[in-house]
């Protein structure tokens, strides 16, 4: 990448520096943040890039972009493979951070893909390597040379890397509802569980749905999925008078989908979505864990 060590810059050329850096940050930590499925672990990832960039010697850089966006992959993707070490003992379900996409719907990016959380929870099964193929192409529309490149394979095997991880996040997951009817499901799924509405609640319901809490141990959460309609609608109705008492809901874009700010006196305690198909809700995503609910609130 054409980095030989630190070098000394005068002022001017740092206020440039600068200059080209903030004008590709929002793809470098939409890069990041898809790949890690954390806002807070890609905001550090992206501060470390800079401080890359502002201590290598620029003038060797002929495409600053393709740099940046190089070394921001390639740390990544070593920051995936210990994130993973770290997931394995995480307390309860693990979901990815949920961002506010209200101002930038595509999170830095030419299309919203790679960013609902059903595909982001879907990539946690791919290889780092093969996420960062499928997010370079599918979501920034990097051209096959160029992602081989940035993570040093032939062309040809990027194309099977992207195949794989397309034809993986295919058979997994069935095809989504519109944004429209996801909102609609979700409202009337708020509206059931306030009052433990079981006859509501399994109407909504996908016959296999399951119900993920992500507490990390840091609130009281459920520490298994909860799977089957009957089963989540009981385990609802049980939770319903203590859960709800005192919350105020608010509605945001996160993710490029509606979800629920759940608040309690003033506080977002609970980030509350679902993902749908036309069976129903299939997931239903709670996420609790007060260090990652943070960048979900509209700034």
Not at 11 to 24: I, K, M, N, R, T
Not at 45 to 64: H, I, K, M, N, Y
Not at 270 to 283: E, F, K, P, R
Request: aromatic fraction near 8%.
């Amino acid at each position: 990448m054409g980095d030989n060590g630190p070098v000394d810059h005068g002022p001017e050329d740092l206020d440039q520096a600068a200059a080209v850096f903030a004008s590709v940050r929002p793809r470098l930590f939409g890069i990041a943040y898809r790949m890690l499925g954390s806002s807070t672990e890609a905001e550090d990832l992206v501060q470390d890039v800079w401080v890359r960039w502002q201590t290598c010697d620029r003038s060797t850089v002929a495409d600053p972009g393709a740099y940046l966006a190089t070394a921001t992959t390639r740390l990544a993707i070593n920051a995936l493979q210990s994130a993973r070490v770290r997931r394995e003992t995480y307390i309860g379900p693990w979901l990815p951070e949920p961002v506010d996409t209200s101002a930038d719907p595509h999170l830095g990016a030419e299309r919203g893909e790679a960013l609902s959380f059903a595909v982001l929870l879907l990539l946690e099964r791919l290889s780092p390597t093969e996420r960062a193929a499928y997010v370079l192409r599918e979501a920034f529309d990097y051209p096959y040379r160029q992602i081989a490149d940035i993570i040093q394979t032939t062309e040809a095997a990027v194309r099977q890397l992207v195949s794989r991880a397309r034809k993986h996040l295919v058979s997994e997951r069935r095809a989504p509802v519109t944004g429209a009817e996801q909102r609609r499901l979700l409202t009337a799924f708020v509206a059931a569980a306030r009052v433990g509405d079981l006859a509501a609640l399994e109407e909504i319901l996908a016959a296999d749905v399951i119900s993920y809490s992500d507490g990390g141990g840091a609130v009281r959460a459920s520490r298994f999925p909860v799977v089957g309609a009957f089963r989540v609608a009981k385990y609802l109705r049980a939770f319903a008078d203590r859960f709800w008492a005192g919350v105020e809901v608010e509605w945001a874009n996160v993710n490029g989908q509606t979800a629920a700010l759940l608040r309690r006196d003033g506080e977002v305690f609970t980030v509350l979505t679902v993902n749908a198909s036309d069976q129903g809700i299939d997931q239903v995503l709670w996420m609790m864990n007060p260090a990652k609910i943070t960048a979900a609130r509209p700034a």
